[in-house]
């Protein structure tokens, strides 16, 4: 494995780790949202259960894209960002591949905790399943979104919170048909599929479209 | 058509058509809101209360429209990098965010006689907000971004991107079961709404559009003007800095 690619993939991965976690930093957060959410509403177990996937949905939300306004930021301020727009590798994959290194460390450990975190909210075992499954189709979405708006206000100085003021209304339908298949794995009238595809679509739109949209504001940053 | 790409006959035209259009967009709304008020006629389950329609429907309109013409204007910037669409999508943005903010208020007041509440969430109002958000977004990208066509491409970008939502909006009462009701003047087999009410209606969507492109040609004018000052101010501070000459040449 040694295409440029490949190579750009470890080094997220390396940068990460030596760095101190993001991924494990981002469940944290993740776990911290979660268990708030009974102190704020209360310990009523039957509501909790019932709530449970849309809280484990919008902690999961807030988690991914907290940690993504940093996607772009550390490659502009030291220079690396120049280096990969000049080199042959197009940059609609340069994008691609540094969002499938942040899903892997920050989603995929989310993912996992999830179906734990469900537990303390009283979920039945279908729903736990449900939600960890419409968080592995949904999460990729989240991140392919968030870069575009990481991609737009990388190097701004109140970057991070306008990033999430430009995002979070676009992630809207993937929230409710996330939601919805979570829902709709422990029971109820519209059977699970149908969310769910609808669900996987969102993402594989946002995997075709997005690497172009953040790569097109990556390169509006230059004159 | 090409010499209005020029700024300064852009201008001049601006200068010619604003009076003009301003009064039509006046005499529009004063005509529409005549016939709102003294001749359209009641509904007869509704009473008077339908009269919102008339603000409401047309404000709704607007504040779609006015995200195609960013769109457009957004087309501009990233293909002929033309100044002049840059100011066209940012003098956009805060008109759409009012329009659709009247949209938003008005259909709220009449929701709460109508529906008994003052939101639902149901998908063509949800859409609706989320239009509204998205412009509130883009006036802070704009804010934020201090090189004006740094700013202009990225916000070029985001609007591209959210251009998603103007369909889901038009077809969210027909993909959804929704309380809000489903479109009854632009449908298969003409309007469904009685002439009485559709005239009035278009008249008050006339003098909207009307007003629309008044405020926006003013608003062009002045962010050229506001970008003329901004490098007049730079050329000025370059005359005491030579250092600073680099910066002003581009």
Redesign the interface.
Known sequence: MNSPLAALFWRELRIARSIGGGGAMGVVFFLILVSLTPFAIGPDLNLLSRIGPAILWIAALLATLLGLDRLFQGDADDGSLDLFMMSSTPMELVVLVKCAAHWTLTALPLIAAAPLLGLTLGMEPASLAGVAASLFAGTPALTLLGA?GAA??AG?R?GGL?MA??I???T??ILIFGVASAAAASGGTVPFHTPFLILCGLSLMAIAGAPF?AA??LR??E? | MLKYANPTNFLALAARLIPWLAAAAGIALAVGLYLTFFVAPDDYQQGSSVKIMYLHVPAAWLGMMCYMVMTSAALGT?VWRHPLADAAQKAAAPLGAAFTLVCLVTGSLWGKPMWGTWWVWDARL?SVL?LF??Y??LI??WQ??EEP??AA??A???T???VV?IP?IKFSVDWWNTLHQPSSVFRLGGPSISASMLWPLLIMALGFTLLFFTLHLMAIRNEILRRRLRRLSIMAAAAEDPEMTAEAA?
């Open positions: 575009i737009l206000t701004l109140r306008l003021v430009l979070l209304p676009l809207t339908p949209a097109a504001a509006a940053r004159a | 990233l949800t989320v958000l998205i509130l977004g802070g990208l934020t971004i066509a740094q491409r990225a070029a970008i985001l591209l991107v959210g939502n889901i581009q």
